[in-house]
């Protein structure tokens, strides 16, 4: 059901950027001059829809930077709690090694 849903939402997308493509194939002219605007040094004749997804997926690529950059501390914060977790579990093991099997039962019913 999921991958229907999935499928639902992404091949209509997919469908539009085909037909912005196919729609879009004029070339313009990227410049990297701010100079010289009659003869740039750095410019290219690409399609509009080249530059327009390029765009777009520059943009993704910087949202997710920031959003993985905005996320450190909670990155962080679960580390130290998977090692206080371990050392935990670790020092919890070693007390049930050195406590008597015959103990046990009189530790679990509270009479300690």
Known sequence: MKSF???????PIALAVVLFAV????????SFDPVSRDAPQFAF?????AVVLAALA???LIGGFAAWL???KHRKAA???RREAEALRAETQMLRSAVPDSALP???N???
């Open 79 to 81: 580390r130290r709690n």
């Open 5 to 11: 849903f999935k499928a639902l939402i992404l091949v």
């Open 58 to 60: 520059v943009g993704v």
């Open 110 to 112: 509270g009479r300690v």
């Open 23 to 30: 729609a879009n194939r004029a070339p313009v002219r990227v």
């Open 45 to 49: 004749d690409v399609p509009l829809f």
């Open 70 to 72: 905005a996320q450190g």
């Open 106 to 108: 009189a530790l679990t």
